[in-house]
C-alpha cells in the first residue's frame, strides 16, 4: 500500500437501485486509523458531439429532476451491459437525437465527481450521416436543438451550458480540431 492508498476492511450496501448502489464502507487510512466512506456506485456513461457539415453539433434539453430545471446537453446515457463503450454512444445518439454518425473518434473519459462517486463518462465525438426519428425511453423527453460549435463554445464560456460532461467534450473537440488533430 503506497502511502495515500485507503484499504477496505468491509463494505455495506445501503441502497441497491436501477442507477445506483450505495455503500456505506468502512476503510484503513495511510495512517493506519479507521474512516467512512459513503460510495455512489454508478455502471458509468457515454457522452456524444456529433457535429454535421457546417459543424453544427445536435444538444438534447431535457428536464433534470435532481436540480429542478431543464439543461441543454450533448446527448448521453448510461452504458449497458453487453455493448461496447462505442455501440452505447451510437445508440444513445440514435435514441436522443435521431443522429446516426461516422467517423467516432474518442475524445478520453472523465470522472464527474471523484469525491463520493465511482462513475466514468466516456467522452466521444463524430460526424453527422444521417438524421432520422428520435427514439427516446419511455420515460426520456427531449427537445433536440443544433448549435453551432463556436457557439456553443461561447456558451460553455459564458456559463449557459452547467453540464460537465457537456463542457468538457465540447472544449476537448474545440481544442482538437483548432490544432488539427482532428
Do not use: W
Not at 38 to 66: I, M, T, W
Not at 154 to 162: A, I, K, R, S, Y
Amino acid at each position: 500500500m503506497d502511502k495515500l492508498s485507503e484499504k477496505t476492511l468491509n463494505s455495506k450496501t445501503v441502497f441497491d437501485g436501477k442507477i445506483l448502489h450505495v455503500t456505506l464502507d468502512e476503510v484503513e487510512l495511510p495512517d493506519g486509523k479507521k474512516a467512512q466512506r459513503e460510495v455512489v456506485n454508478h455502471q458509468g456513461g457515454v457522452c456524444v458531439a456529433a457535429l454535421d457539415e457546417s459543424d453544427n453539433l445536435y444538444f438534447v434539453k431535457q428536464f433534470r429532476y435532481p436540480y429542478k430545471e431543464i439543461t441543454l446537453e450533448l446527448p448521453a446515457g448510461k452504458l449497458e451491459k453487453g455493448s461496447t463503450v462505442l455501440e452505447n454512444g451510437k445508440r444513445e445518439l440514435k435514441e436522443e437525437t435521431g443522429c446516426e454518425g461516422y467517423s467516432f473518434i474518442s475524445l478520453g473519459a472523465m470522472y464527474p465527481s471523484t469525491g463520493y462517486t465511482n462513475e466514468i463518462i466516456h467522452l466521444f465525438a463524430c460526424r453527422v450521416k444521417t438524421v432520422g426519428e428520435q427514439q427516446p425511453d419511455e420515460d426520456e423527453f427531449l427537445n433536440v436543438e443544433k448549435i453551432p460549435l463556436k457557439k456553443a463554445v461561447e456558451m460553455v464560456l459564458n456559463n449557459q451550458l452547467p453540464d460537465a460532461k457537456t463542457q468538457l467534450t465540447l472544449l476537448k473537440l474545440e481544442m482538437l480540431l483548432k490544432s488539427g488533430k482532428i
